[in-house]
């Protein structure tokens, strides 16, 4: 294009980036690049090519991790982790802000090969990614230097493993590594197999940072060198971003083994628009949405609903826009979407959008030759079509509309994930209305794809569970201090040769959608004291029950739209009705375990106190993003959650699990103490005059183990607690994967329950989702 054709057509011209220096940088390691373990590279092996998508021209080559790289791996950051976690916090802060200094400095060279290498125009890895790679180290600096201070009792989890994706791979890198460090751990992390490079120049940099031996590994290969990470036993910690579908192996194979995980998946994010919007506004903000990074985003708005009173005219205003997108060389700076990862994913686009129904408008631009693949918008598609439910990960956008907030609402929930969403409306009390109501664990307003390394990124449902950025975001890689004593089973007592019958039989039933009820199965268990007397008879759940369980505690919902403070007058009056019974729930433990209750009877009131009060105060934050608006962190409840008490402490183990949950709003299925039941179903007779709503608590008795796996592989159940004496924490995390429900289980740990540590925040934080809601403002 001549400067006068540019200037008759008023187009972009082309402004290409040069690729030297990348290429001077690859060629100083002879294009082939060994692991990054001990602060040193590996000879390489087990070679195989790292091309550039725009032009399939190869970078690289780059090594195959095998078992022992891992290994080696490990063993580095093993032997490295006491010393690095030992640093006085202001030398750990140093180290991190010295790897932001550096990032900055050769800004441009990682911007550069993180173009060549993934395909993303260079105007978004220079503006977008580097920018947030050098906050996310200097924000995590300043948490290294804080942390032991704030969040004294705890104590970092030793090596973890860090898996991340193609789509952002440096960034991907800052979210993993910045806060494991900061937080004292040492970090292996493996690079997508399409996209190592700027992981290996970042190993380097490191080196320049001064960044002691071993505690920044890299290990590169395919999903072989992955899962040899998440099944190593010296690894404390998986942390992963990447598709659903491999978190649900990981969450299974990760099941019972200790580790702490944390998962951010897949999304199928709606972009809403109302018909007051700033059409013209939401549609610049849908372009951003989706075909940033080419849609190869995990929170792309790649399901648009729009108001049907303005429809088709939105509709018309982005074809005219999409017509104008620029697609070609990624180094251009004029260009706007750039290249799709790699052939492999080009076909599954294709092949997914050549199979959906609708009409389908392509972007009127050209298409170069290659790795390419245009904007394309498909409107007229139902609800339950293909292309509404399932993540494309590719510049395709799928549509259809809605008449009312509340039917919005509805389409934007209408699936398995739940990562973020959009917002587009001129009504402030519209927007702050609707925020709450979406599944998601990001809501941006009038605006999309904001980030900062202040404020908490992640999902909920199959979109994944932990959070990346902020507070939050640290405690994924914290746990309390000291090691728990391992929990003796708790056994009921046997059958007597002779029992001792007193009284009237009594059945205790189960408490389900505010009624007794008999158990499905019809059969029941005769509860003995350590003397020999029958006490009665409990009724043994199965999995029918506990189905009848959860759909009373979905029935509930309403209870967590009810006031903090209506909440907490509830916990109040239930802590006043088992007062006025404390002598007699203090005998009734006694009777079951032989030692006096009235100690736990006085910790389980005092208990419901400490709830009561937090269920007003348990405050989220605004966090300091660099915008003209504020970033919310809301705490919200999981929604319904299912807990096997402890088996120790028959009343106050279950009122330290039930109390949490709903002071914050949650609902619950609780199966009470297998060998202690009696206390769990004298207590449901005072939620009953305590005015709470019907299905807020639900009590199902019968066998931790037999009741584990219904319950955690229920689909309709949001998280998962177990604090049992039964071998279940394994069951409990594997069935769990179904739907990638949360889960908190004691891996066979004992909790002293009349401890300081068995009640506060950290129940308090198991009992929440962080919604980050982003509200620009100004004109």
Known sequence: MTIKEIFDTMSYGPAPESPSEAQAWLARHAQGFGHFIDGAFTAPEALFESRNPA?????????????ASVDAAVAAATRAQPKWARLAPHKRAQYLYALARLVQKHARLLAVLETMDNGKPIRESRDIDLPLVA???????GLAQLAPTELPDLEPLGVCGAIIPWNFPLLMLAWKVAPALAAGNTVVLKPAEYTPLTALLFAEISLEAGLPKGVLNIVTGDGDTGAALVDHPGVAKIAFTGSTAVGKTIRRATAGSGKALTLELGGKSPYIVFDDADLDSAVEGLVDAIWFN???????????????????RFHAKLKRRMDGLRIGDPLDKCIDVGAVVDPVQLATITRMVDASEGEKYTADTPLPQGCFYPPTLITGLSAASPLMQEEIFGPVLVSMTFRTPTEAVDLANNTRYGLAATVWTENVNLALDIAPKLRAGVVWINGTNMFDAAAGFGGVRESGFGREGGWEGLHAYLRPKGKAAALKPVTAIPAPKSALVEGLDRTAKLFIGGKQARPDGGYSKAVYSPRGALLGHIGLGNRKDIRNAVEAAHAAKGWGRASAHNRAQILFYIAENLSARADEFAARIKAQTGTSGASEVEAAIARLFTYAAWADKFDGAVKSVPIRGVALAMNEACGVIAALCPDEAPLLGLVSVMAPAIAMGNTCVLVPSQAFPLSATDFYQVLETSDLPSGVVNIVTGAHDELAKPLAGHMDVDAVWSFSSADVSQIIEAESASNLKRTWVNHGRARDWQAPAAEGRAFLRHATEVKTVWVPYGE
């Open 55 to 67: 032009s399939g021209a190869v970078l690289a080559q780059v090594s195959q991790g095998s078992p």
């Open 135 to 141: 906050r996310h180290f200097s924000y995590h600096a």
């Open 294 to 312: 080419g849609g190869q985003v995990c929170c792309a708005g790649s399901r648009l609903l729009v108001q049907e009173g303005v429809a088709d």
